[in-house]
């Protein structure tokens, strides 16, 4: 072993621990911006780069990390319980559902869960659709430009077989790193709310 994996090992230690922590901060910053003293244009800047982050990581990695994803669900559900709100309870139950038909990963879901826990408003969902819509098509037409003839074929047997849904291979094998898609949404959203401050 190396003295550079050495001197990783506490690094990577370190940020398992605060990482947690920060994204945790973060976010009680946007949802309770009186309860600590960060200013607004930080605390939108370090948003918007734990966003580029995640795109980066769902890219190399195809994850997106629990250390990010359960304070975000955490905040929210603090908030819905502060603000006596459920508005978070229509979405997550669609995203539950989208990920127990292999629509999307568990990391992607539990994503979504967080920022429409912070953020249970419908024109969160109405950006967030669009952003979708704009980075996804592409992304697929590029995805699948060498077998797009094989495309109508594929759906007409699965329509013939019955099997919709993919399995849990192809899911596996087809996944689409969808963080980015819902990064972009959630923070084209957080400049509209800052230009309404």
């Known amino acids: 072993m190396t003295q550079d994996h050495v ?5 990577a230690r370190a940020c398992n621990f605060l990482t947690p922590i920060a994204v945790s901060l973060l976010a009680l910053a946007l949802v309770f911006p ?7 244009v930080l ?17 190399k990695t195809r ?13 929210g559900i603090a908030r819905a319980i502060a603000f006596r709100d459920g508005g978070l309870l229509p979405y997550w139950a669609l995203f539950f559902f989208l990920w127990t038909v292999r629509f999307m990963g568990g ?3 539990k994503l979504l869960m967080g920022l ?37 074929r594929a759906v007409f047997y699965r329509l013939i077989t019955g099997q919709i849904l993919p399995s849990q291979a192809e899911f596996e094998k087809e996944a689409v790193p969808n963080a980015f898609s819902f990064c972009l949404g959630c923070g084209v959203y957080l400049l509209m709310r800052a230009a309404q401050w």
């Open 116 to 152: 429409f826990g912070l953020f249970p408003d419908l024109q969160l969902a109405q950006v967030m659709s669009v952003s979708i819509l704009i980075t996804g098509i592409p992304y697929l037409a590029y995805k699948y430009r060498h077998t797009w003839r094989t495309v109508p």
């Open 7 to 11: 001197l990783q090992r506490p690094y």
């Open 43 to 59: 605390t939108l800047a370090g948003m918007i780069g734990l966003f580029a982050w995640i795109s980066l990581n769902d890219f």
């Open 107 to 109: 990391g992607d879901m």
């Open 63 to 75: 994850r997106v990390p629990n250390s990010i994803t359960y304070p975000l669900i955490a905040i």
């Open 34 to 40: 009186d309860a600590l003293p960060i200013p607004s």
